[in-house]
């Protein structure tokens, strides 16, 4: 099976992408990937994949930029699409989308008689309303609205990582034929390959990974350490990523009384993600209340999971429906002084967070990736 994947993002800054050309590789198909360029990550040489990228590197400083570098990065993938559909003759197109305009570049391969694959992997609607908010005016909101009903037209499968994506949108009246749910679970060939190291003393260190969002809530974990200061001046937060916040964390570090415990260590490749955790002692999901993140199932905390790192996170909609409360510690989002005292409550009992990071662990055996990509070999492989 031939196969080309269209991603909206570097191919090194993608793990679910990642792990859809390993699993497609390892059984042996072709696979051709179109993706923006990420000069600090080149890609790999992996046997029967071939690499096209975007001369461009996604900045995401603002609305307009966000928009336009979306803009050209379509009309580049058409025109690229176009081209290596009509050389290779591909089985199956997949793209990896927001945004949802992006399903346009699918239009003529559909014509081909190629079977496309919509992965839905981010909701255009919801992560606009969070970034933005919705305004009567603004004519975007809507415009997303509009290419999410191309989508069922266009695709032949329509993949989500979680159930919430797609209650979502079949609240909106989009009606798919065909979905399959892969969740975002971690690479066990990168996560369970890394053995936690011995810790000595009292835990004490805290790790916050994620896009630097406002929504994600970084300047929360930072409000958490500056509560805990007082009753718990050994712990330490150490924070993991990149985002368009970055220049606001920045300045935030610099005038914050806990400046001396919180270490921003920038974007790690996926590789060295795992180790980070592995060193870690609680993981942070403080993660606001918006309409995307009660939709979200973060892939972080399968990461923290698969390795029995214990998490406290804000108690959103889709984390609850997954986990239950014997596997992750919740609190009111938003709250900063109900995630200090429950993390003081958790550095102070070692048997309970022990429990809970096995509990953890055991949950996210369960959703494994190995089940998951069973799930999606079969349905690529049943449109062909």
């Known amino acids: 099976m031939k196969v080309l994947l269209i991603i909206n993002k570097a191919y090194g800054q993608d793990p679910r992408a990642r792990r859809a050309v390993s699993a497609l590789s390892a059984r042996g198909h072709t696979v051709d990937v179109i993706s923006f360029t990420d000069p600090d990550y080149p890609e790999p040489t992996i046997p029967g994949v071939r690499f096209l990228r975007m001369p461009i590197v ?39 989308t927001m945004p949802e305009a992006m399903s346009l570049v699918c239009i003529l391969p559909k014509l081909w ?51 919430g994506f797609h209650a979502a949108v079949a609240a909106r009246g989009v009606r798919i034929k065909r979905v399959a749910i892969v969740l975002n679970a971690a690479d066990e060939s990168i996560f369970r390959h890394v053995r936690p190291p011995e810790k000595a003393g009292a835990a004490t260190k805290l790790l916050f990974n994620g896009s630097l969002a406002g929504y994600n809530g970084w300047d929360i974990a930072i409000d958490i350490v500056e509560r805990l200061a007082a009753a718990k001046p050994d712990v330490s937060l150490v924070m993991l990523g990149e985002g368009p916040d970055l220049p606001q964390l920045t300045e935030r570090l610099d005038y914050t009384p806990a400046k001396a415990s919180i270490h921003y260590a920038g974007r790690v490749p996926l590789e060295e993600m795992a180790a980070c955790i592995s060193q870690a002692d609680l993981g942070l999901i403080p993660s606001r209340s918006t309409p995307f993140n009660n939709t979200n199932l973060p892939t972080r905390i399968f990461e923290f999971g698969t390795l029995g790192t214990p998490v406290v996170a804000a108690a959103l909609d889709e984390l609850r429906r997954y ?57 690529m492989e049943a449109l062909v």
């Open 58 to 96: 996604r900045k995401r400083t603002g609305r307009l930029t966000y928009i336009f570098e979306f803009a050209l990065y379509s009309v580049w993938c058409f025109f690229a699409g176009i081209y290596l559909t009509a050389t290779r003759r591909h089985d199956v197109l997949q793209i990896f």
């Open 113 to 163: 008689d190629t079977r496309i694959v919509v992965d839905w992997m981010d909701l255009g609607y919801e992560v606009y309303a969070s970034k933005f908010g919705l305004r009567k005016l603004d004519p975007f909101p809507s415009l997303i609205r509009l290419f999410e009903k191309l989508i069922p037209r266009v695709a032949d499968l329509v993949i989500f990582p979680n159930e």
């Open 323 to 379: 986990f239950d409360e014997d596997c992750v510690v919740y609190c009111e989002a938003g709250n900063a002084e109900a995630f200090a005292q429950s993390i003081q409550e958790l550095l102070d009992d070692d048997d309970r967070r022990a429990r809970l990071g096995e509990n953890l662990r055991r949950r996210c055996g369960e959703l494994s990736w190995e089940r998951s990509r069973e799930v999606y070999l079969e349905e």
